[in-house]
């Protein structure tokens, strides 16, 4: 598929990489389930994402959601609605905490300017909330969750083995921005629990998989911009 990169980061992770903001999504197959974390910004994008999945695994889905800006889940639709999908599939998983619809109205021009084929009727936000501590249960493999912050209010990150998701806690192909919602204080403090946790490999929201000294040189970095009172913005909505 043009402009979509598909990278096994191990056994049972892959990066989809896909061209619209440099979105990163990820699967984690296991023996019964395959999860696929963050989905897209809109149809076009969801379906780039659903076939390079759908090229690797037939297995049923669970969709999880990092975050609540408009590329990581504007595209749930596509792979939630797939036809002969389960009702217990129907469902995406997010962080607790997130008015989803508020911060689609905040982000909706932004994205309908990626996205041309965006309604509103399309959007299928997180109906269902995953606490700290939780593990998904792919059948053979446990995937934990995270519930963290700074990035936005409520940031997921998911550990699969070796392999953290931190979303876009972890940035690659720039330097980490900010919104309203975000706090400079609580992404430092979450990513030392991500460190804690002894992972080797973070598949990024956007950029290449990084290791742990990447994610050292990035704490720091933010740990500066704190000290120096600097404001960071990017340009996903409000």
Same mark, same amino acid.
């Given at each position: 598929?043009?402009?979509?990169?598909?990278?096994?980061?191990?056994?049972?992770?892959?990066?989809?990489?896909?061209?619209?903001?440099?979105?990163?999504?990820?699967?984690?197959?296991?023996?019964?389930?395959?999860?696929?974390?963050?989905?897209?910004?809109? +149809?076009?994008? *969801?379906?780039?994402?659903?076939? $390079? /999945?759908?090229? =690797?695994?037939? %297995?049923?889905?669970? #969709?999880?959601?990092?975050?609540?800006?408009?590329?990581?889940?504007?595209?749930?639709?596509?792979?939630?609605?797939?036809?002969?999908?389960?009702?217990?599939?129907?469902?995406?998983?997010?962080?607790?905490?997130?008015?989803?619809?508020?911060?689609?109205?905040?982000?909706?021009?932004?994205?309908?300017?990626?996205?041309?084929?965006?309604?509103?009727?399309?959007?299928? +936000?997180?109906? *269902?909330?995953?606490?700290?501590? $939780? /593990?998904?249960? =792919?059948?053979? %493999?446990?995937?934990? #969750?995270?519930?963290?912050?700074?990035?936005?209010?409520?940031?997921?990150?998911?550990?699969?083995?070796?392999?953290?998701?931190?979303?876009?806690?972890?940035?690659?192909?720039?330097?980490?921005?900010?919104?309203?919602?975000?706090?400079?204080?609580?992404?430092?403090?979450?990513?030392?629990?991500?460190?804690?946790?002894?992972?080797?490999?973070?598949?990024?929201?956007?950029?290449?998989?990084?290791?742990?000294?990447?994610?050292?040189?990035?704490?720091?970095?933010?740990?500066?911009?704190?000290?120096?009172?600097?404001?960071?913005?990017?340009?996903?909505?409000?």
């Amino acid at each position: 598929m043009p402009g979509v990169e598909v990278e096994r980061v191990s056994d049972a992770v892959w990066r989809v990489g896909t061209p619209t903001v440099g979105l990163n999504s990820v699967l984690v197959r296991g023996e019964q389930r395959a999860l696929v974390v963050d989905t897209g910004g809109g +149809p076009r994008q *969801g379906r780039q994402v659903q076939r $390079a /999945v759908r090229e =690797l695994t037939a %297995l049923p889905l669970v #969709v999880v959601n990092t975050h609540d800006h408009w590329d990581h889940w504007f595209a749930n639709a596509v792979l939630l609605d797939e036809p002969g999908s389960a009702a217990e599939q129907r469902q995406a998983w997010g962080p607790p905490g997130v008015a989803w619809e508020a911060r689609a109205r905040e982000q909706w021009s932004e994205a309908l300017g990626h996205e041309p084929e965006l309604r509103p009727d399309v959007l299928r +936000p997180p109906t *269902g909330t995953l606490e700290d501590g $939780a /593990v998904l249960d =792919l059948g053979g %493999l446990g995937v934990e #969750v995270r519930v963290l912050g700074g990035h936005t209010a409520y940031d997921l990150a998911l550990v699969a083995g070796e392999v953290a998701l931190p979303g876009d806690l972890v940035e690659e192909s720039g330097p980490p921005q900010l919104d309203r919602t975000s706090s400079l204080d609580r992404w430092v403090e979450s990513l030392d629990v991500l460190l804690a946790t002894g992972t080797r490999t973070f598949v990024p929201g956007h950029g290449r998989p990084v290791d742990r000294a990447f994610v050292v040189d990035q704490q720091r970095w933010l740990a500066a911009q704190r000290s120096g009172g600097t404001r960071l913005t990017r340009n996903l909505g409000p």
